[in-house]
């Protein structure tokens, strides 16, 4: 098992409204970097997104193709599991809601799949609905890659190692499978509001 960290500590701050801020996790103003490997160089000419797995047909949108859909820009707040939060960033992307109408599937999980080979799992249901998007902007900018540019995955209202840097799609399934950290100690769902940084948790 990879060695886990519960060493992160910050002071909340007096100034943030607790509502926003889930148990355990403190305001920053930077923008951490914390990555599972080295931060990969993606060719945008090269680039694509592919929903595949239990769907009808496999389906794939090229970097130009994804600029062309319905875009949205979100304020949110993000909650990282080494306790840092970063409240009110404005990320522009695709919503998988727009995404998903092009597929057919009775699935109920995704693993979202990286350049490099990181993978998250998570619940169809959660990245539905409009809690998820493949965000490309950041603060009206392009998104760096080491925070995942060219594109992201952002599902805000759990732990940000769901939100796969450098996404490059979904494989939807019939049965969870757990991902890149989930398989290394980390909780299977991720709820912030519920602590869940662990597989005790």
Avoid at 66 to 95: F, N
Wanted: aromatic share 12%.
């Amino acid at each position: 098992m990879a060695p886990i960290s519960r060493g992160f500590r910050g002071r909340r701050r007096r100034d943030v409204d607790p509502s926003r801020l889930p148990p355990g996790q403190y305001v920053v103003n930077d923008f951490p970097v914390l990555s599972a490997g080295p931060t990969p160089n993606v060719a945008l000419d090269g680039w694509s997104f592919t929903i595949d797995g239990a769907v009808d047909e496999r389906r794939s949108w090229g970097w130009e193709e994804l600029l062309a859909l319905p875009s949205e820009t979100v304020t949110v707040d993000i909650h990282c599991v080494t306790k840092w939060s970063k409240l009110g960033t404005a990320w522009t992307g695709v919503s998988l809601d727009v995404l998903l109408e092009e597929v057919e599937t009775s699935a109920e999980f995704v693993t979202a799949r990286s350049e490099g080979g990181y993978t998250s799992n998570l619940p169809l249901a959660d990245v539905t609905g409009g809690q998820a998007w493949i965000a490309y902007r950041f603060d009206g900018e392009a998104l760096e890659p080491e925070h995942g540019g060219p594109a992201r995955l952002l599902v805000p209202h759990l732990y940000f190692w769901k939100s796969a840097k450098w996404i490059r799609g979904l494989t939807l399934m019939d049965e969870d499978e757990p991902g890149f950290w989930e398989s290394l100690g980390y909780h299977n769902y991720g709820d912030p509001w519920r602590e869940q940084r662990y597989w005790s948790d």
